[in-house]
């Protein structure tokens, strides 16, 4: 008799051999292939909003349904070392609060109000799907833990840090709203204040 071994039977069996296939994804920080059951994060920009009295999040898209910054993955390492130096940054930085936030980001600690992107970070691992649509193996992201919240200031320190771009366009921190970096870490759009030189010139 054969003795069929399910995917994550598989999975445990490759990892033991040293075997593990690649997942088809790369870490966004140092640029290595992920393999299959690898720890990793998974990063989304993400826009929050309370749903019926419940924390809902919603991916930012334009108006095609497409992602505007493509959700990225992280090995363990790259990102604890990441969330490391980006707390070195805020350490002296007081919290920014305001009484419209629904969340803290787990960086900072600064408030984040509905609406306003932010960065929903996922611990967890690339496996192969269940399914296989049209005979082809797919992957999935399961998670293994609850998401931390990152602020869009912390976002901004997170990509400054990088030689090569995380997301190919500036995140905006509201929809259609472009702010310089001091109005970004002021969150000037809250109170329909921005002194930003910039702007006020250009208006």
């Known amino acids: ?16 051999e040293g075997l ?22 998974l990063m989304r920009v993400v826009h929050p909003f309370i749903v019926d009295g419940q924390l809902s999040y919603f991916d930012a898209v334009d108006e095609n349904d ?3 910054y493509q959700p990225v993955f992280f090995e363990f390492e790259c990102w604890e070392r990441e969330e ?11 919290p920014v609060p305001s009484d419209a936030g629904i969340i803290l980001c787990d960086i900072c600690e600064s408030d984040i109000c509905p609406g306003e992107a932010m960065g929903l970070i996922q ?3 690339i496996r192969r799907s269940k ?18 919240h990152v602020c869009i200031a912390c976002l901004s320190h997170l990509e400054d840090n ?21 109005g970004l870490h002021e969150r000037c759009w809250r109170g329909n204040e921005c002194h930003c030189p910039k702007r006020i010139t250009a208006s």
């Open 84 to 94: 490391e130096d980006v707390q070195q940054i805020q350490q002296d930085v007081p």
């Open 66 to 68: 497409n992602y505007m």
């Open 123 to 125: 611990f967890g691992e």
């Open 162 to 182: 990088q030689e090569k771009r995380i997301w190919e366009n500036e995140i905006e921190p509201v929809p259609g709203l472009e702010v310089c970096v001091e």
């Open 1 to 16: 008799m054969v003795e069929t071994l399910d995917e994550d039977e598989t999975d445990e069996e490759e990892e033991d």
């Open 20 to 41: 593990l296939p690649p997942s088809g994804s790369v870490c966004a920080i140092c640029q290595d292939e992920i393999k299959l059951t690898e720890e990793v994060f």
């Open 131 to 148: 399914r296989m649509p049209n005979n082809q193996q797919s992957v999935s992201f399961e998670g293994m833990a609850d998401p931390q």
